[in-house]
């Protein structure tokens, strides 16, 4: 197992966002977790990244005990934050120079990183503009490559595929899949469905901090789509009857 959740719970003061919590991740498996807004994907996908400390339970990264390790856990993994923090003045080649030698890659190695991802993203026309001038999908980009220079075991996307352009997205899902074939894990939350149903081994749908159905996907969407599944797991009120109300008041 690459990751292994067992029992994890976690509160933000007295609301408990992660309830009795259990999830195992293979090696070298591309992972999906869904769920709506507040479900708790962004905690869960921080505390598998080390970064978010936790109440109750174990969590192992590739062995590592999350909780008494929370620096060597994070320096396995690539996380790419919902809303990344960049450095606005700098260009996304100075930036990736700059991971590069915080992660302590050499150099050569970072540069070579960098580029092969940056051709492969097309993104050479961005090199010298600074990333503070950059659109939305293209700082994804910029963060989504930052996060691939240290080579992690484990990548963990919170909602990055959202803002990439299709060809972006393609190559994206390309690029996940060859990493995974090379042994990565790669553990993300998106709300594009059809992208999950197309890249993801198995997925989790989780509703208000537990999980409400997880497996194999093609186990999962046997006999209906993900989109079925996932309103008829999470929806909280008939969908239908809101449309109606709403065309009334809009009328
Ligand atoms: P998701 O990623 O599925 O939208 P989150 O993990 O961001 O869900 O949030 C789960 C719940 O935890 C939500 O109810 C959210 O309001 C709450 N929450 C998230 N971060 C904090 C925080 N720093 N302090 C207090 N509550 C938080």
Do not use: W
Not at 19 to 33: A, L, P, T, V
Not at 40 to 64: C, N, Q, W, Y
Not at 109 to 127: H, P, Q, S, V, W
């Amino acid at each position: 197992m690459s990751i292994r959740v067992q029992s994890l719970s976690k509160f933000y003061g007295e609301k408990e966002v992660l309830s009795d919590f259990s999830i195992e991740i293979r090696s070298g498996e591309i992972y999906g977790i869904l769920g709506p807004n507040g479900s708790g994907k962004t905690t869960l996908l921080k505390i598998m990244a080390g970064i978010s400390p936790f109440d109750r339970g174990t969590v192992t990264v590739e062995g590592i005990d999350a909780r008494s390790d929370q620096i060597a856990v994070r320096k396995i993994v690539g996380y790419v934050p919902e809303t990344p923090y960049l450095y606005e003045s700098l260009t996304p080649y100075e930036y990736f120079s700059f991971v590069g030698s915080i992660r302590e890659i050499p150099k050569e190695i970072a540069e070579r990183r960098a580029n092969d991802l940056t051709k492969a993203f097309g993104m050479e026309e961005y090199n010298d503009q600074f990333i503070g001038s950059l659109s939305f999908g293209t700082r994804q980009k910029v963060s989504i490559i930052a996060s691939l220079i240290h080579a992690p075991k484990i990548l963990i996307l919170d909602e990055s595929i959202n803002g990439l352009d299709p060809q972006s997205a393609k190559i994206f899902r390309d690029l996940l899949r060859s990493l995974a074939q090379d042994g990565m894990t790669v553990v993300f939350s998106t709300h594009i469905l059809d992208i999950a149903a197309n890249v993801c081994d198995e997925i989790a749908i989780m509703k208000t901090g537990k999980i409400v159905a997880e497996g194999k996907t093609s186990e999962l969407l046997k006999e209906r789509n993900l989109e079925d599944l996932f309103i008829e797991l999470t929806a909280t009120e008939d969908i239908s009857s809101i449309v109606s109300a709403l065309r009334g008041t809009l009328r």
